[in-house]
């Protein structure tokens, strides 16, 4: 079992900076993949990023690419998703996943799921 809490979420203008966390316990990350979705109002919940523990290859959301970073401390079991340049449009509840395999895109392949932390961005 893998327990995931995130946290870092807030109120920000546009164009500011947030970094969200995702620390796991119960086990380690180690094998995991670790997955940012995020799901607005009103709208399916859909993927952002995702960075494999053992090559670190990083993927991202066209939405995301060249304003977020993902990033990963195995010394911490921490993933880490740095937004930039932030828009009213990424306004949602940002959840932390882990999967063993599969598509990184598909929220099917992951089995385990934080709580969730509430970004909004203002104009």
């Known amino acids: 079992q893998v327990q995931l809490v995130e946290s870092g979420g807030g109120l920000v203008q546009a164009g500011g900076s947030l970094r969200l966390s995702c620390a796991a316990s119960g086990r380690t990350f180690g094998s995991y993949t670790g997955g940012w979705f995020r799901q607005a109002p009103g709208k399916e919940r859909e993927f952002v990023s995702a960075i494999t523990w053992s090559t670190t290859s990083s993927y991202y959301a066209d939405s995301v690419k060249g304003r977020f970073t993902i990033s990963r401390d195995g010394a911490k079991n921490t993933v880490y998703l740095e937004m930039n340049s932030l828009k009213p449009e990424d306004t949602a509840v940002y959840y932390c996943?882990?999967?063993?395999?599969?598509?990184?895109?598909?929220?099917?392949?992951?089995?385990?799921w934080g709580q969730g932390t509430q970004v909004t961005v203002s104009s």
């Open positions: 996943a882990a999967s063993r395999g599969g598509s990184v895109f598909s929220q099917h392949n992951y089995a385990y």
